[in-house]
């Protein structure tokens, strides 16, 4: 059983910082790739940022320079610092995660609100 719990989020005004993690438990082998998507209310889910184990990062043109994914590799733990914050970044943001355990299965969190309105 994995799971992915994911915290931060929150009501924040346009050009405020906030910071989100995601945290992988369970029967876990490894971790591969893992990165953030989020859905705002009637759009389809997209990719925000992902990261691989060794660190190499890619972002969505809409976040580069504001956004920065990293992740502890020892916690099985993905971040996600959101600066220069803009009302279109407003969604709810999921984490994912590529783990293997007996056999290799993507994972999702359970969402985190982010509003970024004045």
Known sequence: QVQLVESGGG???PGESLSLS????????????????RQAPGK?????????????????N?????????????KNTVYLQMNSLKPEDTAVYYCHAAIYTDRLNGYWGQGTQVTVSS
Do not use: H
């Not at 809409?62 to 020892?74: L, P, W, Y």
């Open 11 to 13: 009501l924040v005004q």
């Open 22 to 37: 995601c945290a992988a438990s369970g029967s876990i082998f490894a971790v591969n790739v893992m990165g953030w998507y």
């Open 44 to 60: 389809q889910r997209e990719l925000v940022a992902t990261i691989t184990y060794p660190g190499e990062t890619n972002y969505a």
């Open 62 to 74: 809409s976040v580069k320079g504001r956004f920065t994914i990293s992740r502890d590799n020892a």
